[in-house]
């Protein structure tokens, strides 16, 4: 099998769950399409100097991770204003679901990339700490400071609904 079947074959595998994790670190979906390629351009260049193809996922979250990073940096990025959809009124089934997901992807928003990362990474993807300090390029114990300030600016933002919408929080921050 050549490289670029190799290749080829990685990415049909995995970009739906790339663009996933790209997606819910930008917040929109022309700009995650563009992270993941770019990320992918970066994959398939470092192809020939990856030792185990199968270590390709983990080096292209990693490159999704710190040029999303870098694109929150360089253009400044501001957050975006939008009204509590949570505030009093509970609707039941599916359109109450509907409304605490759009709640809690609001507060995720409003994370800088850094907490909106390290969470993503964590809790959507399933990464060990490790493995998020790996893809963030940055130490365990960054990780663990940065979930935690996110899952707290997260219960600010969600107020009383915190404990529903985060049933992960308790056990994060003592992880």
């Not at 049909?12 to 993941?36: E, F, I, N």
């Not at 990856?50 to 957050?79: G, M, Q, V």
């Amino acid at each position: 099998m050549t490289r670029r079947d190799e290749f080829a074959g990685f990415v049909a595998a995995r970009s739906a769950a790339l663009h996933r994790a790209a997606y819910l670190m930008v917040g929109d979906t022309s700009l995650a399409q563009d992270l993941v390629q770019e990320a992918l351009v970066k994959t398939y260049t470092a192809w020939p100097r990856l030792r185990d193809p199968a270590n390709a996922e983990a080096y292209c979250r990693k490159a999704i991770t710190t040029t999303a990073i870098s694109w929150f940096r360089r253009k400044s990025w501001s957050e975006r204003p939008t009204e509590d959809p949570g505030a009093g009124d509970t609707v039941s089934g599916h359109a109450d679901q509907v409304a605490q997901s759009q709640w809690l992807w609001e507060g995720l928003m409003r994370l800088p990339v850094r907490q909106r990362a390290a969470i993503v990474l964590r809790y959507y993807e399933d990464l060990t700490e490790a493995q998020t300090a790996h893809a963030m390029g940055c130490a365990v114990g960054t990780v663990k400071s940065q979930v935690a300030a996110g899952l707290t600016k997260l219960r600010d933002h969600l107020g009383h609904a915190a404990d529903d919408l985060l049933p992960l929080a308790d056990t994060a921050v003592n992880r």
